[in-house]
């Protein structure tokens, strides 16, 4: 499969029918249907629907942006940091690094303060820029990051330490043979593949 959104576990089926294929010589049917994915990703969200504590609107949740303390709040300049300080010692660090007193703050579990919870945090991010908040929370265990663009994360230190990410990779041939040879396939192998479109070369 050559798109990034294929769930890993068609990969991981993919992978297995070109390994019984190479023992037996046998071929396989493989089941690929993205909603298989996407059913594995929501299982938190469908346990906690299972026991009737998921609300059916949208930004009503906890996880859903409806949290004050788990969503993304507009800067001064027009960008956003992300907020997820849903455990009690992440928030603690958001709020201090608000400059807040966490115990005059409204109950954050009771969804009835959460409106005016919002709004105060807003309005604190919305006084400076993205930058000034990135700092702020830099080295922190806030859980508060800047929201980035496309461009940006081109170029963010934690991407550019990680080579391995195939968007800042070089993707070329002899990455996708290096892969290949890694796996135990010689290059006969890789040619077979190749000229059978299981597998494409950028």
Do not use: K
């Not at 956003?80 to 703050?105: C, H, I, K, Q």
């Amino acid at each position: 499969p050559r798109s990034t959104l294929v769930p890993y576990t068609t990969l991981f089926r993919s992978l297995s029918a070109l390994v019984e294929r190479a023992r037996t010589g046998r071929g396989r049917v493989i089941d690929v249907a993205m909603i298989d994915g996407v059913f594995s990703l929501m299982a938190p969200i469908r346990d906690i629907a299972s026991i009737g504590m998921w609300v059916e609107h949208r930004s009503a949740n906890m996880l859903d942006g409806g949290a004050p303390f788990y969503r993304t709040y507009r800067t001064s300049d027009d960008r956003f940091m992300a907020v997820g300080a849903l455990e009690p010692a992440f928030y603690t660090a958001f709020v201090s690094g608000l400059r807040l007193d966490e115990t005059e703050l409204p109950n954050r579990f009771d969804p009835e303060e959460w409106p005016g919870l919002a709004s105060i945090f807003a309005e604190i991010f919305a006084s400076e820029d993205r930058e000034h908040w990135q700092e702020v929370f830099n080295g922190t265990d806030a859980c508060v990051t800047p929201v980035l663009t496309m461009s940006e994360v081109q170029t963010h230190p934690q991407n550019r330490a990680r080579p391995e990410t195939p968007e800042l990779c070089d993707a070329s041939t002899r990455h996708v043979r290096a892969v290949l040879s890694s796996a135990g396939i010689d290059g006969d192998q890789m040619d077979e593949l190749i000229s059978a479109g299981i597998i494409a070369e950028p």
